[in-house]
């Protein structure tokens, strides 16, 4: 079994500076955990063009199980990637490059965006991280 986690997760809480990650493994001793330390693939911008450059590639599939809300869920998998919406200036201009978090369907996008990110880096997938994203400016 393998644990894709969100890039973020090795940093310490500023209370405990116990990281997510070392609460992972001791949940799961047995498990492999994936996880950037690239700065570069922490940022949202980067994780999306990730995504872009594989779905545009017919790169990633999302079983047809995802296609539907089970009993607990507050939306499907890929309902809420048809969910995804980015802020806009009321005559459609848009105002940012990072999608709008609602705390329902940005859930599973972002889960989505940990394990290709994790699984494929960009050195595997093919596509060039931004300069200015490496910089980190």
Same mark, same amino acid.
């Given at each position: 079994?393998?644990?894709?986690?969100?890039?973020?997760?090795?940093?310490? =809480?500023?209370?405990?500076?116990?990281?997510?990650? !070392?609460?992972?493994?001791?949940?799961?001793?047995?498990?492999? #955990?994936?996880?950037?330390?690239?700065?570069?693939?922490?940022?949202?911008?980067?994780? +999306?063009? %990730?995504?872009?450059?594989?779905? !545009?590639? =017919?790169?990633?599939?999302? !079983?047809?199980? #995802? @296609?539907?809300?089970? @009993?607990?869920?507050?939306?499907?998998?890929?309902?809420?990637?048809?969910?995804? /919406?980015?802020?806009?200036?009321?005559?459609?201009?848009? %105002? !940012?490059? @990072?999608?709008?978090?609602?705390?329902?369907?940005?859930?599973?996008?972002?889960?989505?965006?940990?394990?290709? +990110?994790?699984?494929?880096?960009?050195?595997?997938?093919?596509?060039? +991280?931004?300069? /200015?994203?490496?910089?980190?400016?």
């Amino acid at each position: 079994v393998t644990i894709t986690c969100d890039p973020a997760g090795d940093s310490g =809480n500023t209370h405990t500076y116990e990281t997510d990650i !070392s609460k992972v493994r001791a949940a799961f001793p047995n498990t492999t #955990l994936l996880y950037t330390r690239d700065h570069a693939l922490t940022r949202i911008e980067s994780g +999306i063009s %990730i995504m872009d450059n594989r779905i !545009s590639r =017919n790169l990633l599939y999302f !079983s047809k199980d #995802l @296609q539907f809300r089970r @009993q607990g869920e507050y939306v499907s998998v890929v309902g809420a990637f048809q969910s995804i /919406h980015y802020p806009q200036t009321k005559d459609g201009k848009a %105002i !940012s490059n @990072q999608p709008e978090k609602d705390g329902i369907n940005d859930h599973p996008v972002d889960a989505a965006r940990y394990y290709v +990110i994790n699984k494929y880096p960009p050195m595997l997938s093919g596509i060039v +991280i931004p300069e /200015h994203f490496r910089r980190g400016t």
